[in-house]
């Protein structure tokens, strides 16, 4: 059954194109209700509005402290009736008063293989370290920095002649596979939540597997 989706967003917004697109293509029937950014003026809102969702701005800075904030979107999110909120590129740590009110109903995206990496200048990092490997994860939101429970990771080669641009731009191109592939998971009841671990039930076939993933899952 598709859900009402409100997508929280601080910059341009491509991981919210493609979620759009997931939507209007039926790959998943959830629906875009609401898009909130914390900054104006960002192209996320323009991507909103060129496909008629509503789109607001809800200023960090004109609140006194982050609990204050998060209520007020909360209070947006419950006046647009979200059942799942999607955070796209959204800079803010949030705190309980949003987890309280959508608990493990919030999903966020991260361009690093989960639990190394999290912040920022994540791709740099991978690089300075020398990972063979990187890639992106979608995991429940928790009140830490990118710590949350992972649901669905996707693998991206590091190659030798690697810059931080060329890698982060591969590793967007899987993000906006792997993130309407979790929201399709979400709405369909196929994530079980064990612990910290989130299995997926039934497990992704080989069809829905249009990125690469850990190779001995085929074992």
Known sequence: MGLRLGVLVSGSGSNLQAIIDASEKGFIKSKICVV????????????????????????????????????????????????????????????????????????????????????????KKALE??????????????????????????????????TEET???RILSVEHKIYPQAIKLYEEGRLKISGRRVLIDPPLSPDEKTFLTNPLTEL
């Open 36 to 123: 909130i950014s914390n900054v104006p003026n960002v192209y996320a809102l323009e991507r909103a509005k060129k496909h008629n969702i509503p789109a607001i701005v809800i200023n960090h800075k004109d609140f006194p402290s982050r609990e204050a904030f998060d209520q007020a979107i909360v209070d947006k999110l419950k006046e647009y009736n979200i059942d799942l909120v999607v955070m796209a590129g959204f800079l803010r740590v949030i705190t309980n008063v949003l987890l309280d009110a959508f608990p493990m109903k919030i999903l966020n995206i991260h361009p690093a293989l989960l639990p190394s990496f999290p912040g920022l200048h994540v791709q």
């Open 167 to 169: 890698l982060s731009k």
């Open 129 to 162: 370290y020398g990972c063979k490997f990187a890639g992106c994860t979608v995991h429940f939101a928790d009140n830490g920095v990118d710590t949350g429970p992972i649901i669905i990771q996707g693998i991206v080669p590091i190659l030798d002649n690697d």
